[in-house]
């Protein structure tokens, strides 16, 4: 099954993210974290890739706007109660904001999530070359 990229409502992404995301010097006020997140490209379309495990594709949120893709979800915590001796793993509602360094083909992308990774394939938008005569 395929996760459904889609655009944004009326707030724009980068307004989503300040909303979900407050500030004060270098630590993040609110509870939302963001996942480890490698961005690449080929000859014809831009990679997305997100590592979250323990979720499912249903439980992403994925828009984009203006140039820039934002992955929102929450990843549930156990529910049990621990005494925790190291916590690294983050649990609760994250984000991610990627800005591409290209228009895309909206329409022909896709992500999908296998194995703990969310990967959104972004085909590049093909420029055509007109050629404007006086």
């Known amino acids: 099954m395929t996760t459904v990229i889609r655009r944004s409502g009326t707030l724009t992404v980068a307004s989503r993210v300040q909303e979900r995301r407050q500030t004060v010097s270098w630590q993040v006020t609110t509870g939302v974290w963001s996942p480890p997140t490698d961005v690449c490209e080929t000859g014809s379309e831009y990679v997305v890739t997100v590592e979250v495990a323990g979720m499912r594709e249903g439980d992403f949120e994925v828009l984009y706007e ?10 549930p915590d156990a529910g049990e109660r621990r005494a925790y001796h190291q916590m690294e793993i983050h649990f609760g509602r994250f984000s991610a904001a990627i800005a591409l360094p290209g228009p895309v083909d909206l329409d022909h992308s896709a992500a999908e999530y296998e194995d703990g990774f969310l990967i959104v394939k ?8 007109v050629k404007i005569e006086d």
């Open 122 to 129: 972004m085909p590049k938008v093909k420029s055509t070359n």
């Open 66 to 75: 203006n140039g820039t893709l934002l992955i929102s979800g929450q990843r």
